[in-house]
């Protein structure tokens, strides 16, 4: 019996929906989402699995200019994914021609197959969708152009179909089991700054790193014992809050999720630390696993 396989890179700007999608066509969550841009900072693998196919979808940061180290090692996770594609999904709503033309060109030397996926349909009218769908027409040659809602899961099958055409016959490259290339402890992480995202305003989401120190997966409850890392006193202070009620309730909310997530009840301690400026700093980017 014939098999096919191979990796299928979601790019696109900050929140155009590459995490939802991602999401929509795993049938799992597993990168997070939020209304704020840069929540994807990692470059996460979603491996959907059926008897005669694999395909690997890589969710990456959205494409900005890096302004500060963090950002750089953000974007080069997505220049790695121009550059071991498949099939690349390239996602737009409806209105945005904004585009870069340099990100354009890397679509076009890359020479594999573009998927144009034209995001929020159900935010739009038929016209607007209808302009929209002849513009990348004549912007992206020969590439399929898809509109779908990934929050509503509207024509996601069309869109999986048309994956699935395009897809090479190989080998699996993963274990049929395997749903992904990152591990249980880089989730819990991920749902816990999820949630500081959820709760915190202005530069707070941007300022921090969540580390797992200690899991013990054995305990009934799970223990887990997370770090939170701020950049500055100030940040610390906000975090905790007074009488320490801000981190109580993110405690509260973090561990609700991660419960459901791993389908056990966990004991979640969480203790805020600062790294003055670690977002600069080498040595921390790579011990976050942000630098090779
Ligand atoms: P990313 O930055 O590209 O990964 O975007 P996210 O997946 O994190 O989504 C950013 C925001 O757009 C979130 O608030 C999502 O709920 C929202 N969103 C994603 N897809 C859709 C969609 O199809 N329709 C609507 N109305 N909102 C969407
Ligand atoms: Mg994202």
């Known amino acids: 019996m014939s098999h096919k396989a191979g990796f299928v890179n979601i790019i696109g700007k900050p929140n155009v929906g590459k995490s939802t999608l991602m999401n929509a066509l795993l049938g799992e969550k597993l990168s997070i989402i939020t209304k704020k841009a840069q929540t994807t900072r990692h470059r996460i693998k979603g491996i959907l699995n059926d008897d005669d196919f694999q395909i690997i979808f890589s969710d990456t940061p959205g494409i900005i200019k890096p302004a500060y180290k963090l950002q750089e090692s953000m974007m080069s996770f997505v220049e790695s994914a121009f550059t071991d594609a498949d099939i690349f999904l390239f996602i737009t709503e409806p209105g945005d021609k904004t585009y870069e033309e340099s990100l354009l060109h890397k679509l076009t030397v890359a020479k594999k197959p573009v998927i144009v996926v034209i995001n929020k ?146 004991y979640l301690n969480l203790t805020v630390k600062v790294i003055k400026n670690w977002r600069e700093d080498d040595q921390q980017l790579k011990r976050f696993g942000y630098q090779q």
Not at 127 to 156: F, G, R
Not at 170 to 177: E, G, I, N, T
Not at 220 to 240: F, H, S
Request: charged share 30%; glycine share 4%.
């Open 121 to 266: 349909i159900d935010l739009t009218t038929q016209d607007a969708l209808e302009v929209a769908v002849s513009y990348w027409e004549n912007k992206i040659i020969h590439a399929a152009i898809i509109p779908i809602s990934a929050l509503h899961k509207a024509n996601i099958e069309m869109l999986l179909k048309t994956i699935l055409t395009l897809l090479p016959e190989s080998p699996p490259y993963f274990s049929k089991d395997q749903l992904t290339d990152k591990s249980l402890r880089f989730f819990v992480s991920e749902i816990i700054r999820e949630k500081i995202l959820c709760q915190f305003r202005k530069e707070i989401p941007y300022s921090v790193e969540v580390i797992i120190d200690r899991f013990k997966e054995e305990l009934d409850p799970v223990e887990i014992d997370a770090i939170i890392y701020v950049m500055r006193d100030t940040q610390k202070g906000i975090l905790l809050g007074h009488k320490g009620d801000a981190i109580k309730k993110l405690g509260i909310a973090a561990r609700k999720d991660i419960e459901t997530y791993i389908g056990k009840h966990i």
